[in-house]
């Protein structure tokens, strides 16, 4: 499975922007997805995922202003982030597991085979 994310940019706080996440391959449907972020000098960090029977967990952080979604015909996994925080800077990461999770796993960075490239997200204040 390849992953190739997009969609990042510079945006004022408030502001929305949306991920997208491409997949390569013919069981993306199976695949629990996942963005994770990354601050300078910080770790990764786990953002939101959806499985593949369409269970949805967030961070904190987030819940109530991003939102992750899938299209399992276009195997495009994406996340609207509205309501942007300068806190929300950050390069952003799709990753991918086939495996059937459980919740304490679903949040881990090492629970996931494959991971995208990254996108750069910065929100100025």
């Known amino acids: 499975v390849q992953l190739q994310a997009s969609g990042g940019g510079l945006v004022q706080a408030g502001g929305s922007l949306r991920l997208s996440c491409a997949a390569s391959g013919r069981i993306f449907s199976t695949y629990t997805m996942v963005w994770f972020r990354q601050a300078p000098g910080k770790e990764r960090e786990f953002v939101a995922a959806?499985?593949?029977?369409?269970?949805?967990h967030y961070a904190d952080s987030v819940k109530g202003r991003f939102t992750i979604s899938r299209d399992n015909a276009k195997n495009t996994v994406y996340l609207q982030m509205n309501s942007l925080k300068p806190e929300d800077t950050a390069v952003y990461y799709c990753?991918?597991?086939?495996?059937?999770?459980?919740?304490?796993?679903?949040?881990?960075?090492?629970?996931?085979?494959?991971w995208g490239q990254g996108t750069q997200v910065t929100v100025s204040s």
């Open positions: 959806i499985r593949s029977g369409g269970g949805y």
């Open positions: 990753a991918a597991s086939p495996k059937r999770l459980i919740l304490s796993e679903v949040r881990n960075v090492q629970a996931y085979d494959y």
